[in-house]
């Protein structure tokens, strides 16, 4: 299957989805595809040479994990998300792509280490879409990675000031052609 037949599909099973389970509050197609997949696809300007293992921590409905793995069969996904109807339609989507190299936790980001010790520090990448960041998801998320591996997080527009995430540095990406400008938190875990 090819990379626009997958997000063609992904959008058909989200909307869908969403309906009845509400995994997104935006409601149109154009609204998603540049929301959530486009901005999805700003973080690979970021990654490391591939191939990389990349966990998606509070992955929702696969943003922005999914839409990485679909451009990038370099990256070998692990998607942690809490809430079940969530998980069940990340399941569902990735047997409706026929997308291998993707596992799905449904458990809290805090408990997986826990239940699943062996993902500690096992990912190059570890990446979080959010509307506020907080501090604490830096070292979470520092967790996750191997040493020298990457913590990036986008957070909302770049006019909107974000609160001080330790050893993090800061970068402001505009995309001209699209119109749009993100900051991305960036942290890179000690050796």
Do not use: C
Not at 128 to 150: E, F, I, K, N, Q
Not at 158 to 185: C, K
């Amino acid at each position: 299957m090819e990379e626009q037949d997958r997000f063609a599909r992904y959008l058909s099973l989200l909307l869908h989805w969403n309906r009845t389970h509400h995994l997104t509050s935006l409601r149109s197609p154009e609204e998603v595809v540049r929301k959530l997949f486009i901005d999805s696809l700003l973080f690979i300007n970021l990654f490391p040479p591939r191939p990389l293992k990349l966990v998606d921590i509070g992955a929702g409905s696969g943003i922005p994990g999914m839409p990485l793995r679909i451009v990038d069969s370099g990256i070998v996904l692990t998607l942690i998300e809490a809430k079940r109807k969530r998980t069940s339609f990340l399941t569902a989507l990735r047997e409706d792509l026929r997308i291998d190299n993707v596992e799905i936790i449904n458990a809290r980001a805090e408990d997986v280490l826990i239940q699943v010790p062996k993902l500690f520090g096992k990912f190059d990448v570890a990446v979080v879409r959010a509307v506020a960041l907080p501090a604490s998801l830096s070292a979470l998320a520092l967790d996750y990675l191997r040493p020298g591996g990457m913590f990036i997080a986008s957070g909302p527009p770049a006019d909107v000031r974000q609160p001080p995430i330790s050893n993090a540095e800061w970068r402001i990406l505009s995309f001209t052609q699209l119109g749009l400008t993100r900051q991305f938190a960036v942290v890179i875990k000690d050796s």
